[in-house]
């Protein structure tokens, strides 16, 4: 049994939901659990129409719905045949469950109504893929993931309630897999007991398909992504980039850390837990051996080169030539915490401490003010991160030729520059 996780890029055209079929024609004969995000740009254009509707702009928040009404209508046409009617009264059903909602007035949280908007996403492409993969000939039935998996009500960023969704997971989705073979669901969505909808925070979908393969006890996941596989860099910044075949957990966590756009941690602990690995592969072309990430130990990495821009320089400096101790430290550590910022890298010295921030113009002006409490504060914008593991001699060199440096840092895994940026 394996668990699929299709994002947003494959299926935000026709042509790439139509290159499905040849992927599960691949793997017939295999249970398979299926989630699939939103289309393309669908949960940006969700996120106008709950930001319009929170601003009381009814009008503008319903216009922009109805073009997601249409994309929706458009595609569902362009690929469906006899099941176009059933698959127009389900997403019917969806748009009406958000419409309902819109013609109101807000009166709780903005990530209340972020969740209950944004969700409908997920719904709406799973609808179409599904109808459209039964229609191909590849049988499969759709889950309303709002069924299965239960969270709490921290809205934008809900934790799952893993004991009854287990329960839901053997009550519905174990049978439906071994009567059908494929399953399809939604990733990034979830339901309070009250059957409000909730999201699952960043790389929710990621996380949602780890849930399943934990809960199911997979064999492997798979995420599906329009790129060969893991890299040891952007491949849009450093041309000479090339495929890491091999990692393990660790190793991705500490790559996300440091910024690089790989698995999301919280991804990789539900599979750590059961050492369930998982494949990273392109669906643009199946024959890529892609990625595979595992528990074990892997020797011989490439130096994986992460380059953050648009970064910001806090510098902190006691009031009273004090120095800066615990307190100090603690203190700052709670403004990031409540202000969902991390540091990026950080040095401490006798009377000051330095850290590296992502641009973030609204919650940089409110962390210096706070900050303002116990230091002397001074930002330094417009910089970018250089970091390195599994450096070699001469790359940081070579990197950095001919750009300012201000900050260095080096471990025995790791180097990390900070520059500026002209």
Not at 210 to 213: D, E, G, Q, R
Not at 296 to 325: C, M, R, T, Y
């Given at each position: 049994?394996?668990?699929?996780?299709f994002?947003?890029?494959?299926?935000?055209?026709?042509?790439?939901?139509?290159?499905?079929?040849?992927?599960?024609?691949?793997?017939?004969?295999?249970?398979?659990?299926?989630?699939?995000?939103?289309?393309?740009?669908?949960?940006?254009?969700?996120?106008?129409?709950a930001?319009?509707?929170?601003?009381?702009?009814?009008?503008k928040?319903?216009?922009?719905?109805?073009?997601?009404?249409?994309?929706?209508?458009?595609?569902?046409?362009?690929?469906?045949?006899?099941?176009?009617?059933?698959?127009?009264?389900?997403?019917?059903?969806?748009?009406?469950?958000?419409?309902?909602?819109?013609?109101?007035?807000?009166v709780?949280?903005?990530?209340?109504?972020?969740?209950?908007?944004?969700?409908?996403?997920?719904?709406?492409?799973?609808?179409?893929?599904?109808?459209?993969?039964?229609?191909?000939?590849?049988?499969?039935?759709?889950?309303?993931?709002?069924?299965?998996?239960?969270?709490?009500?921290?809205?934008?960023?809900?934790?799952?309630?893993?004991?009854?969704?287990?329960?839901?997971v053997?009550q519905?989705?174990?049978?439906?897999?071994?009567?059908?073979?494929?399953?399809?669901?939604?990733?990034?969505?979830?339901?309070?007991?009250?059957?409000?909808?909730?999201?699952?925070?960043?790389e929710?979908?990621?996380?949602?398909a780890?849930?399943?393969?934990n809960?199911?006890?997979a064999?492997?996941?798979?995420?599906?992504?329009?790129?060969?596989?893991?890299?040891?860099?952007?491949p849009?910044?450093?041309p000479?980039?090339?495929?890491?075949?091999?990692?393990?957990?660790?190793?991705?966590?500490?790559?996300?850390?440091?910024?690089?756009?790989?698995?999301?941690?919280?991804?990789?602990?539900?599979?750590?837990?059961?050492?369930?690995?998982?494949?990273?592969?392109?669906?643009l072309?199946?024959?890529l051996?892609?990625?595979?990430?595992?528990?074990?130990?892997?020797?011989?990495?490439?130096?994986?080169?992460?380059?953050?821009?648009?970064?910001?320089?806090?510098?902190?400096?006691?009031?009273?030539?004090?120095?800066?101790?615990?307190?100090?430290v603690?203190?700052?550590?709670?403004?990031?915490?409540?202000?969902?910022?991390?540091?990026?890298?950080?040095?401490?010295?006798?009377?000051?401490?330095?850290?590296?921030l992502?641009e973030?113009?609204?919650?940089?002006?409110?962390?210096?003010?706070?900050?303002?409490?116990?230091?002397?504060?001074?930002?330094?914008?417009?910089?970018?991160?250089?970091?390195i593991?599994?450096?070699?001699p001469?790359?940081?060199?070579?990197?950095?030729?001919?750009?300012?440096?201000?900050?260095?840092?080096?471990?025995?895994?790791?180097?990390?520059?900070?520059?500026?940026?002209?």
């Open positions: 049994m394996q668990v699929f996780k994002g947003g890029a494959s299926v935000n055209s026709l042509e790439r939901i139509r290159s499905l079929v040849q992927i599960f024609r691949e793997n017939a004969g295999q249970s398979i659990l299926v989630v699939i995000s939103a289309m393309g740009k669908t949960t940006n254009a969700l996120e106008k129409v930001e319009s509707f929170y601003r009381q702009d009814k009008e928040a319903l216009q922009l719905f109805d073009q997601i009404k249409q994309e929706h209508y458009q595609t569902a046409k362009a690929l469906l045949t006899a099941s176009y009617h059933s698959c127009e009264e389900q997403l019917l059903n969806f748009f009406t469950e958000v419409e309902w909602l819109l013609h109101d007035q807000p709780q949280s903005y990530d209340y109504y972020y969740d209950q908007i944004v969700c409908i996403g997920e719904l709406l492409s799973t609808s179409i893929v599904s109808a459209f993969l039964n229609e191909s000939g590849i049988k499969n039935e759709w889950l309303d993931v709002r069924d299965i998996l239960r969270t709490d009500d921290n809205f934008r960023d809900a934790n799952i309630d893993w004991e009854f969704s287990a329960s839901k053997n519905l989705v174990k049978p439906l897999l071994a009567d059908n073979g494929i399953v399809l669901t939604q990733g990034f969505i979830g339901s309070t007991d009250e059957n409000e909808s909730t999201t699952l925070g960043r929710g979908s990621d996380y949602s780890a849930v399943f393969a809960l199911l006890n064999e492997k996941q798979t995420i599906w992504k329009d790129v060969a596989g893991v890299m040891n860099a952007d849009k910044i450093f000479t980039a090339q495929l890491i075949s091999t990692l393990n957990y660790t190793e991705v966590i500490e790559m996300a850390y440091y910024g690089a756009q790989v698995i999301h941690p919280k991804t990789i602990k539900p599979l750590q837990n059961k050492g369930i690995p998982l494949q990273v592969k392109c669906f072309d199946t024959s051996p892609g990625t595979l990430i595992h528990n074990e130990p892997v020797k011989n990495l490439p130096p994986i080169i992460v380059w953050k821009q648009a970064q910001v320089l806090l510098q902190l400096k006691s009031k009273d030539f004090s120095f800066v101790g615990e307190k100090p603690a203190a700052l550590y709670h403004i990031f915490a409540q202000h969902s910022m991390r540091p990026n890298m950080t040095q401490n010295g006798a009377i000051s401490f330095t850290c590296v992502d973030n113009a609204e919650k940089l002006e409110q962390l210096a003010f706070e900050a303002a409490q116990f230091f002397e504060v001074s930002m330094e914008k417009g910089l970018s991160l250089l970091t593991r599994h450096n070699v001469g790359l940081l060199d070579q990197l950095i030729q001919g750009k300012e440096w201000i900050l260095k840092q080096e471990t025995r895994e790791t180097v990390q520059a900070l520059l500026k940026t002209g």
